[in-house]
Antibody, heavy 116, light 109 residues
């Protein structure tokens, strides 16, 4: 069974940092592009970042460039998102996702709330 | 940035009826288009990729069509479990930056 389990969300003050993690199992993690997708409360989906299978290429939505960093550890079947200089508008459920021609697998999400 | 526009925002349909959802891209995305279904409190589920290929386990009542800038998701005969929000997504080949449409909510009429 495919599983993507996110962790690391929580309440953080504006300007603060958080590191999200995603533990993958049930598929060949090292063969997949991996991504983070977020959804603000009551809103639609927004792609945040993705990373190539070997970590050599990374791409970001403009609104997080220079603040967020995506990374992966294929030996640990894990995906990460380091989020710095957080803003209120970063408040969302963050989903870990796998796939390149359509997202085949999704985690259940972890909530990040940026508020003072 | 490629902008994806879905219409209508809300679609009211009776069970057993046909639903047609539209998605338009601001520039050509070829057939690099996926559709997802999302129910409240759940993660999205992939329905269609490559504009018209059903994902594993997706019922045949779901079909996708289109290429370039105009795409359609059709649900041939709505079942109770199909009432949800549907999103389109482009996955441009290069650079691999993605965008989603704003979603269409399919509700019971």
């Amino acid at each position: 069974e495919v599983q993507l389990v996110e962790s690391g969300g929580g309440l953080v003050q504006p300007g603060g940092s958080l590191r999200l993690s995603c533990a993958a199992s049930g598929f060949t993690f090292s063969s997949y592009w991996m991504s983070w997708v977020r959804q603000a409360p009551g809103k639609g989906l927004e792609w945040v970042a993705n990373i190539k299978q070997d970590g050599s290429e990374k791409y970001y939505v403009d609104s997080v460039k220079g603040r967020f960093t995506i990374s992966r550890d294929n030996a640990k079947n894990s995906l990460y998102l380091q989020m710095n200089s957080l803003r209120a508008e970063d408040t969302a459920v963050y989903y870990c996702a796998a796939g390149a021609t359509g997202i085949d697998y999704w985690g259940q999400g972890t909530l990040v709330t940026v508020s003072s | 940035e490629i902008v994806m526009t879905q219409s209508p925002a809300t679609l009211s349909v009776s069970p057993g009826e046909r639903a047609t959802l539209s998605c338009r891209a601001s520039q050509s995305v070829s057939s690099n288009l996926a559709w997802y279904q999302q129910k409240p409190g759940q993660a999205p589920r992939l329905l269609i990729y490559g504009a018209s290929t059903r994902a594993t386990g997706i019922p045949a009542r779901f079909s996708g069509s289109g290429s370039g800038t105009e795409f359609t998701l059709t649900i041939s005969s709505l079942q109770s479990e199909d009432f949800a929000v549907y999103y389109c997504q482009q996955y441009n080949n290069w650079p691999p930056t993605w965008t989603f449409g704003q979603g269409t909510k399919v509700e019971i009429k």
